[in-house]
Nanobody, 123 residues
Framework: QVQLVESGGGSVQAGGSLRLSCEAS????????MAWFRQAAGKEREGVAY???????GHADSVKGRFTISQDRATNTLYLQMYSLKPEDTAMYFC?????????????????WGQGTQVTVSS
């Protein structure tokens, strides 16, 4: 059974940092693409960062230079290191995984999702 479990969310003040983790299990084949999405209250889900099986990454313009996606293949764990957090980063953060040969922010193409971890940034 495929499972993605996020952790590491919390409440911080603007300028602070957090590191989110997503433990993946149950995959018969390592996913080609893993990504972080976020959804703020009343807004649509948006892609934050993605990483391919081979380590290629992409980051949304809104987080470039502040957030970094990475993975530990030995432990099947996905990370999102977040620095210089802003109130507008407040959202539920989800990790997602998919097979295939492309990697982007197409949320509808990801069949596997975690339950989410809340990040709240106060000014």
């Amino acid at each position: 059974q495929v499972q993605l479990v996020e952790s590491g969310g919390g409440s911080v003040q603007a300028g602070g940092s957090l590191r989110l983790s997503c433990e993946a299990s149950g995959f018969s084949v390592r996913p080609y693409c893993m990504a972080w999405f976020r959804q703020a209250a009343g807004k649509e889900r948006e892609g934050v960062a993605y990483i391919t099986r081979y380590g290629s990454t992409g980051h949304a313009d809104s987080v470039k230079g502040r957030f970094t996606i990475s993975q530990d293949r030995a432990t099947n764990t996905l990370y999102l290191q977040m620095y210089s957090l802003k109130p507008e980063d407040t959202a539920m953060y989800f990790c997602a995984a998919r097979a295939g040969s492309t990697c982007d922010y197409g949320a509808s193409l990801f069949p596997a999702w975690g339950q989410g971890t809340q990040v709240t940034v106060s000014s």
